[in-house]
């Protein structure tokens, strides 16, 4: 790092004339580098030798260890790549960062295969009507992201869900539908698998369950959760069984708060009241009712199923008196007192 004594400075080589006795002195210090370590992310990195400050040439070893919920990602800056732990020669100061990202907590990644054509083929349920082939994702595996597709239920609502598969021939398929009410990205809890039956020897037939009504749990979690479609040739597939000889669709349920009898109410017209001899029933819902005429003592007289639109009853085979009509939509009754004259 110099000379001292009779000579100076740090030139090298260096002269010296020599017109009387000299002493020179010349120092060396150890060459050392620095290692600057960034975060990005939440994580920490372990160096080892531990310091920052290191001799030239020294081998260093660098762990990144993430924060729970986060990942390691990368290293930039002077050190490159995802190898960890990773090591890093010392031959002039050196700064890296690493780079931790969150990890988003998602659904198991479930997929068959559709080498004998065995698939789902049409998904009905509420608004939700598609119909496909056989589809195979970015990986070439048989599962389809559907989760752009959304429907809106009602706690306590009921719903018909229809599923149709390709059995790929004389051969028997199973189904099973699960919804994740509570929204715990899995589909293990009570009330979350559904059997939709099996079909046999169809190439876009129903299931022999559907359609199979499916009622809102009272409690299901308020907004978006998923909907998995599984159809697996000669046994049924868990929810995120893989490899199978078959096919996986998810949808998206978005669910709202019951729907009280007030919404459904107005949903409905019944007229003329009082009437003589034709009462009309108008249905502004897209969902069936059905309809019940009582006296007063509890006998049915009338029982009509209908569907959205107008159903007209003749009432002028009873008597004048006062009546019970009762429609039931979506598991919920409306009651209106009719006047016979």
């Known amino acids: 790092s110099g000379w001292s004594g009779d000579l100076s400075g740090t030139t090298n080589p260096a002269t010296i004339t020599m017109d009387s006795d ?21 994580g920490s990195v372990n160096l080892s030798p531990a310091g920052g400050t290191y001799d030239e040439g020294t081998t260093v070893t660098l762990t990144a260890t993430p924060d729970t919920g986060w990942e390691f990602s990368g290293w930039s800056g002077d050190l490159s790549g995802t190898t960890n732990p990773a090591t890093i020669t010392m031959d002039s100061n050196k700064t ?42 970015a990986n070439g595996n048989a599962y389809s992201d559907f989760t ?12 018909d869900l229809n599923i149709q598969v390709n059995t790929a021939g004389s051969y028997t398929v199973y189904t099973k539908v699960w ?53 697996r040739y000669n046994t049924f597939a868990t929810p995120c069984y893989q490899g199978f000889d078959g096919e996986v669709e998810d949808y998206t ?5 019951a729907v009280n009898i007030e919404e459904y109410a107005r949903l409905l017209t019944v007229y003329p009241n ?18 019940y005429l009582y006296n007063l003592i509890g006998q049915e007289l009338i029982h009509r199923s209908a569907q959205t639109g107008k159903l007209t009853i003749e009432l002028n085979k009873l008597p004048s008196a006062n009546y019970l009509l009762q ?15």
């Open 274 to 291: 009082p009437v003589n001899n034709l009462l009309h029933i108008q249905s502004n819902t897209r969902k069936p009712i059905e309809i």
């Open 96 to 137: 890296v960062t690493a780079t931790f990202t969150e990890i988003i907590p998602d659904y198991c990644y479930a997929y068959g295969n559709t080498t004998f054509d065995t698939s789902v083929t049409r998904v009905q349920f509420n608004t939700i009507d598609n119909s496909t082939g056989k589809d195979t994702d």
């Open 253 to 257: 349920i978005n669910v709202h708060e």
């Open 148 to 159: 752009s597709m959304i429907t809106d239920v009602h706690r306590e609502s009921a719903y």
């Open 22 to 42: 000299k002493t020179v002195t010349a120092t060396f210090t150890r060459i050392q580098h620095t290692l600057t370590v960034n975060t990005t992310g939440n």
């Open 179 to 231: 919804i994740d009410w509570n929204q715990d990205l899995d589909f293990d809890d009570a009330g979350e698998e559904y059997d939709l039956g099996t079909a046999y020897d169809v190439t876009d037939g129903l299931t022999s369950l559907s359609p199979l009504s499916i009622t809102i749990p009272s409690d299901a979690a308020l907004g978006n959760t998923r909907m998995r479609v599984a159809a």
């Open 327 to 341: 429609i039931i939509i979506n598991n919920h009754i409306v009651n209106y007192n009719i006047v016979k004259e």
